[in-house]
């Protein structure tokens, strides 16, 4: 039996997922006059002990409101690297890339005491 190649595996999951929020932010820019950011701590780990939910926030711009964990952000994908390798936190036009970077298996680990600490944001995922 070949090995398991964990990153091929969800190669098309992580494809489907960055076209979703690209089409979401280019939605936000041109019809609602918002942006997506990300307001929460940049440390994983610290999530995890905290329980907060790994989300992005809306934030209309003429106003500066905030509808907070408005969109799940799922591990490994391209958003979730320009947050956690480059500290980017507003997203208004597209989503930075990351050079060298590549969903590694410790997400995996992480993702599952992320969901399991949030059973009652699971519907997001779905």
Excluded: W
Aim: net charge neutral; glycine share 4%.
């Amino acid at each position: 039996m070949p090995p398991l190649n964990v990153p091929l595996m969800f190669e098309p999951i992580l494809g489907n997922y960055d076209a979703h929020i690209r089409n979401f932010i280019h939605f936000l820019d041109t019809r609602v006059d918002c942006m997506l950011i990300y307001d929460g701590p940049l440390d994983i780990p610290q999530h995890i002990r905290e329980r907060t939910l790994y989300a992005l926030s809306v934030q209309h711009r003429p106003t500066k409101k905030i509808l907070r964990n408005v969109y799940p952000i799922m591990l490994g994908s391209q958003i979730d690297l320009a947050i956690r390798h480059l500290q980017v936190c507003s997203f208004e036009a597209d989503i930075p890339t990351v050079s060298n970077a590549s969903f590694q298996e410790v997400d995996i680990g992480r993702g599952f005491f992320i969901i399991c600490g949030f059973l009652r944001h699971l519907p997001y995922f779905l």
